[in-house]
């Protein structure tokens, strides 16, 4: 299986004020997470933006 890098970004400016709460809440977790993929832990970094995905 061959892993690409991309950048990633977050809009907050469009969402609903529900939507925009629930990523401020995991928004330290996020940066924490991005950090782990920019070292290039992709699973793990994945398994953490899963977990993110499911609070939102």
């Known amino acids: 299986m061959e892993w690409l890098l991309c950048d990633l970004d977050e809009v907050f400016d469009v969402d609903p004020l529900e939507i925009k709460d629930g990523k401020l809440a995991t928004l330290q977790l996020f940066a924490q997470t991005r950090a782990i ?5 992709l699973a793990k970094a994945g398994r953490v ?8």
Request: glycine share 8%; aromatic share 24%.
């Open 37 to 41: 993929y920019l070292e290039g832990k």
């Open 49 to 56: 933006f899963a977990e993110c995905w499911r609070q939102n």
